[in-house]
Nanobody, 125 residues
Framework: QVQLVESGGGLVQGGGSLRLSCAASGRTFSDYAMGWFRQAPGKERELVAAIRWGNGNTRYADSVKGRFTTSRDNTKNTMYLQMNSLKPDDTALYYC??????????????????WGQGTQVTVSS
């Protein structure tokens, strides 16, 4: 059974940085894509960044390009989201997700099979 556990959220001032972690367990993930999604109150869940575990291929939402970077550590089975130059609009509950994938990571939340419980990121102005 795949389990995903996020950590690293918190309260930060605008312009600051946070690093989220997603610890994955339950299987090997070489043929999986992993994604970071976020959901703010009253808004739909949206892709922030995604990475194909096997080859490290990534994709980002336009709103975070140049500010956020996702990566993974194969030895620790952990995915990261480094968030720099944070803005109040980045405030949301951040989730990591996983799905089997042999192509470019999907941007659609409904295609991801496994989800973590979420970690809150709050950016003050």
């Amino acid at each position: 059974q795949v389990q995903l556990v996020e950590s690293g959220g918190g309260l930060v001032q605008g312009g600051g940085s946070l690093r989220l972690s997603c610890a994955a367990s339950g299987r090997t993930f070489s043929d999986y894509a992993m994604g970071w999604f976020r959901q703010a109150p009253g808004k739909e869940r949206e892709l922030v960044a995604a990475i194909r575990w096997g080859n490290g291929n990534t994709r980002y939402a336009d709103s975070v390009k140049g500010r956020f970077t996702t990566s993974r550590d194969n030895t620790k089975n952990t995915m990261y989201l480094q968030m720099n130059s944070l803005k109040p609009d980045d405030t949301a509950l951040y989730y990591c997700a996983a799905r089997p994938s042999f192509g470019r990571p999907s941007p659609f939340s409904y295609e991801y099979h496994y989800w973590g419980q979420g970690t809150q990121v709050t950016v003050s102005s």
